[in-house]
Structure formats: C-alpha cells, structure tokens
C-alpha cells in the first residue's frame, strides 16, 4: 500500500474560511510585509534615486526660501524703510534668486512625480504578473476553497491600494524625512530656544496621532476583507442570476448583499471616520503651535532674551520670528501630510498582506520526473525526436515507454477533508482502446475518479499507474497533456471560435481544427456563424446554446489527439436529436482510445466495454450491459428506474 497523504481541504469560503483570512491579516502591517514590498522596487533603484536626489532639490529649494525670508525682511526690507530714495536693486536681486531657487524646486517636483507613477505602475505590473503566473501553479483545492470574486479582488482592490501608497505615499514619505532633518537644521540655526519649543509641541502631537491610528488600523484590515468577500459574494450572483429569477430569489439575494454590504460600510465608516480626524487634528494642532511661536518669539524679543542659536543671532529679530514661524508650519506640514496618508499606508499593507498570503499559498507539488517525448520507430525501436511525428513515449531515464493509454487504479483510497473518505478500495483496469463507463447517483464519486487521474488531487491510499508507471512519478504537465477531458461545465474563452477549439492544441494548424469540428460534428453549425471559425466569442459564449458550447468544447478536445479521453456527463446538454449526431462524431474520436464516461442518461453507455456502478464511494456492480441486466442488481434498477 502507498503511504498516507491525507489531503487537506477547506469546504469552501465559510467560517472556517473567514478565520483563516483574518489570522493572515493580523499579519499585513509587520516589517516583512514592509521589506517584502521594498523588494519589489529594488529594479527600479536608478529611478529611485533620481526621485531621491529631486525630492532633496524640492525640499532644499522650500526650506532656502524660508532662510531667505529673514534676510528679505531684516537685510534688504527693513533698511528701506523710511529712506527718502529708496535703491531697490538689491531687492530685486535677491527677488530673482527666491525665484530661481522656487523654479528649481517646482521642476523637481513636477520630475519626481512623474517618474513616482511610472516606477508604481511597473512595480504592480510586477506584482500582477507573479501574482497570475503563481496562482496558475495553485492546485485545485485552493480554488475550491476561496470565492473568484475574492481572488479577483486580489488583482484588483488589493493592488490598487498598493498604486496609491507607491505613486504618493512613498515620495510623501521620502520628502517627510527630508524636510524635516532639514527644517530641524534651520530652525537650530535661528533659535534652539524656539525650536525645542516646537519639537515637544511635536512630540506630543504624534503620540495622539498614534492613538487614533492604533485604532483605525484594525477597521481598514477588515474593511479589504470585507471588501473581498463582497466582491465574491457578487461575482456568484452575477454567474447565478438566472437560477436567482427562476427561483424567485431575488428578495433572499438583496438581503444577503445588503448584510454584507452593511458590515463593509461600517467598517469602511468607522477606519475612515478615525482616520479623516488626522488631518484637521494636526492642522488645528499646526496653527495652535505657529501661535505659541509668535508669543514666545515675540516675548524674546520684547524681552532682549538672548537667543541661542548656531547662527549666532544674539537677539530674537523681526526677520527670525517671521522665517522661524514658515519653518513651524514646514516642520508640521510632513507631520500632517504623513499623518493624512496614514490611512492610505494602512490600506495598502493590508492589501499587500492579502497579496502575499496568494504568494505564499504552497503550489501544486509535483516531483514527477518521466516526461512525455515525440518518438518514431527506427529498426522496431523507438527514438525520441524533438519535431511533431503523433506517436508519443515516455522518458523514464534512458528508456522510452510507449504511449498505449493502459490506466490502472489499484485499491484507492481518497478524501478531500481529512476524516471523510470519499472513495474506498477502488479497483479500476482500463486496457488501451476500450471504454470504462462509471453510473451511479450524483455525489458517488464518479467524478472524483477522473480528478485523481488527472492528479488534481493526490491519493490516500492505493496506487494508480498509467502504461504500467506510477502517476506519482509523472510530471503533471505531461501527464494531463496525454489526457483529453470534456467536462459537464463549459468554459470558453474570449476569442475566435478557431481560438477556443485550437486551445486544446496550441500546435494544431486551422485545417486540423476544422476536421476536429468534423469529427464530433461541429463544423456545420460553425460554418453558419457570422464569421464562421472566425467569429468572435464573449461572455464565455453566451450568444451560443448550451449544445453548440459544448460541441466546441468536444472540438477542443479532439484536437489535443490524446491516447486517453475522459468526457464528465459530456452530452448532458445536449437535447436527444443532436446526442445522436454527437454520438456517432464521438465514436469516431474513440476510437483506438481508452475513454472514460461519466454518464446518468444510462443509454450513452450501453456500447461500453466494462462499466462500474457506485455507490456511496464504493464500486458494487461491473461488467458490459447486457451481463448487467441479466443480474438484475442496481445498474438493472437503475436503467430500468425500477424502485428498490
């Protein structure tokens, strides 16, 4: 027997679920969110630096013009005053050197901005295409277990609260720390008394703001997570209204959003309502402090207090009160702008934080090493050629292994949650070329068979092999390309009607989708299109009924040309008149492949080979339909709808 692996699986997006997301998200405002996301920027360091040395130009430029305000007023203005015939060229002078130095300071800014929106526009696009490449190594169960509309917010919401921290945040954040190193030095220049005064009116005006932060910060983590779930909640609306009308659901369906778009709301009212007191908080706090400096500055100086300042001024002057109090407001202003952001930060760690945790889920584990090769037959053995022959093999090591279709299930035990076994001593043998029917009631495990074939889903127990090797050792990618499938639930794609038949053969040429439309009988309506292959499907082919989907969808798989098709309630959609045209394309395509259907219309297998009734995860009945019949045991009952 194979060792245990029992696989873990979450039912879906319930409590379990929400509990999940909310312990991951106590997790969105730690340092390695912070390091994780400076990651991201470490291509863009040369730009970086440019932003850096135009945001130090911008902030030098507005913290010289307010060191030139004292010298304007106590060296060029004052001594004008009074004067007969006043001489304003030395005014004027030093007027266009204010101006220059503004000039240069408005140009870095326009500069650091710009290329800010470039470096946070590459920097998602980063972020989306790991994001998309990684979830395309997700196994199955993690798509089972969370909502599309909460993964699609992933790519959506969650990255676009990164756009806003990154484009202005982040240079709000590097001009901040600049600006105040450098107003911190030019106010030590003209007056350490006034300045100590300013730096603990500061200090206790971030220790409030740390509070209401404290407390918002929570609000906005639920507030993404409320956001996603709403999101998935209404994608399943939309995908469902027809069964929505047709149950008259509709007055259940309001109710629920309405639920949950009232827990959105108060949470995005109470993060917002704390955090939005910020910025008016900080502003009052701003002016109460410019107050404070004009009467205490104005005190100085009345008083002749001496001034201690690394200038050397002796006294407080009229020009010292006047550039000390722009410095005040250029000391609050990053405070406060920080600050008016702080909600933004919170948003885009708790975005990044659901980001990551998509990252970090584990991918699809897959250790298989025998890949599948091209081959031809030299000398009656086979050789492996990198050029398209249609004759394939598998590579184990040095050896090639053909390709025949032999499928193999050997006592399997399985079960998506760990506890509750779904299939039990499951003993399968499909020899290549013949076709294995599985009937049965809904919730059998019919359908969990062909999931483990295609190693959706890793055993229990038991073993399965596929011309003779074990699937575990298997590469997944070769393994499913030898496989076709037609599934119950159609899914087509934006594109062509030839883009969505040639998606099972990316290789295949036009003239080889057109005679797989043939084979299966789906070229004529095809042909009777607008465009004919070349019209263009959207809404995952709504404009077509469900029979014409699936026939492109069993176009598709005739296409991949594998030894070994698997086809899930297939013709389910199909009404009796075109099953029958359907049927005899189908034959076609089966043959000289071994095929496994999943099939309750019981008349779609009755030309099977073998075809194994379950129940209750167990295989109780086997053999052709007319040896089943003749037993008269559930597979008679059930063609027959005899009650038991």
């Known amino acids: ?73 106590d060296d060029y203005v004052m001594p004008l005053v009074g004067t007969v015939s006043p001489d304003y060229s030395d005014l004027l002078h030093i007027l266009m050197i204010m101006g220059v130095i503004y000039l240069a300071g408005v140009i870095s800014v326009l500069f650091y901005n710009r290329t800010m929106a470039v470096i946070s526009q590459g920097t998602l696009k980063d972020i989306r295409d790991e994001m998309f490449t990684h979830m395309q190594s997700l196994p199955i169960r993690y798509f089972d277990r969370n909502t599309h509309g909460d993964i699609m917010s992933h790519f959506t919401n969650d990255a676009d609260t990164l756009r806003q921290m990154l484009s202005q945040t982040l240079p709000q954040l590097f001009s901040s720390v600049i600006s105040l190193a450098a107003v911190f030095c030019s106010m030590l220049h003209l ?27 929570a609000y906005f983590i639920k507030q993404q997570q409320s956001l996603g779930e709403l999101n998935g909640f209404v994608e399943e609306m939309v995908n469902g209204e027809k069964v929505i009308k047709v149950f008259c659901h509709e007055e259940k369906a309001k109710e629920e959003f309405i639920a949950k778009n009232e827990e959105l709301r108060k949470n995005m009212s109470r993060a917002n309502a704390l955090s939005m007191l910020i910025m008016p908080f900080m502003g009052n706090l701003g002016n109460v402090l410019y107050v404070l400096v004009a009467l205490v500055g104005g005190a100085m100086g009345i008083a002749g207090v001496v001034n201690l300042s690394i200038g050397g001024e002796p006294t407080v002057t009229m ?26 930060v919170i948003m885009a760690m708790a975005g990044a934080g659901r980001i990551f945790e998509l990252l970090d889920e584990k991918p699809e584990k897959d250790q298989g ?5 091209n081959v031809t037959e030299e000398n009656g053995k086979l050789k492996k050629v990198d050029e398209k022959t249609g004759r394939w093999a598998w590579q184990v090591g040095s050896n090639l292994v053909p390709l025949k279709g032999e499928v193999v299930l050997d006592d399997v035990d399985f079960s998506y949650i760990e506890g509750k076994q779904v299939l039990y001593d499951v003993d399968v043998y499909a020899e290549p070329g013949q076709k294995v029917a599985f009937v049965g009631a809904t919730g059998a495990g019919k359908t969990t068979i062909t999931n483990l074939i295609n190693r959706f889903y890793d055993i229990d127990d038991g073993k399965i092999k596929y011309d003779g090797l074990n699937i575990n050792y298997i590469a997944k990618k070769d393994l499913r390309r030898s496989l076709g499938v037609v599934l119950q639930d159609v899914n087509l794609f934006t594109g062509t009607v030839m883009e969505n038949i040639r998606y099972g053969n990316l290789e295949a040429t036009d003239e080889e989708c057109r005679e797989a439309a043939r084979l299966v009988n789906a070229d004529s ?45 297939a013709t389910s959609s199909i009404d009796t008149r075109t099953e029958a045209i359907v049927q005899k394309g189908m034959d076609n395509l089966m043959k000289g492949r071994t095929v496994f259907v999943i099939a309750h219309r019981l008349s779609t297998v009755q030309n099977a080979d073998v075809i194994m009734v379950m129940e209750n995860g167990r295989i109780i ?7 089943l019949m003749e037993k008269k045991g559930r597979y008679y009952r059930l063609y027959t709808g005899a009650i038991d």
């Open 1 to 73: 027997m194979a060792k245990k692996e029992n696989v873990k699986q979450l039912g879906g997006p319930g409590r379990g679920g929400r509990q999940m997301l909310q312990k991951g998200a106590i997790k969105t405002l730690d340092k390695g969110t912070v390091k994780r996301l400076l990651a991201y920027l470490g291509p863009y360091r040369i730009k970086l630096i440019a932003v850096f040395i135009c945001i130090l130009i911008a902030t030098l430029a507005s913290v010289a013009s307010s060191l030139f305000l004292q010298a304007l007023i």
């Open 191 to 217: 007056s350490v008394w006034l300045t100590l005064l300013t730096v603990g009116f500061t200090f206790l005006s971030l220790f409030l703001v740390k509070t209401i932060a404290s407390k918002s910060g």
């Open 319 to 344: 020009g010292t009160i006047a550039s000390f109090l722009v410095l005040s407001r250029n000391f609050m202003n990053p405070i406060t702008q920080v600050s008016q952001q702080l909600n933004s």
């Open 369 to 373: 090493h025998i890949t599948l090769v």
């Open 525 to 569: 309506f095809i042909r009777m299109l607008p465009k004919g292959y070349d019209t263009v499907l959207e809404g995952d082919g709504s404009g077509l009924s469900q029979g014409q989907r699936q026939l492109i969808s069993i176009a598709r798989a005739a296409v991949a040309d594998p030894p070994c098709m698997i086809l899930d309630e």
């Open 621 to 627: 009945e086997r053999g052709c339909h007319d040896r």
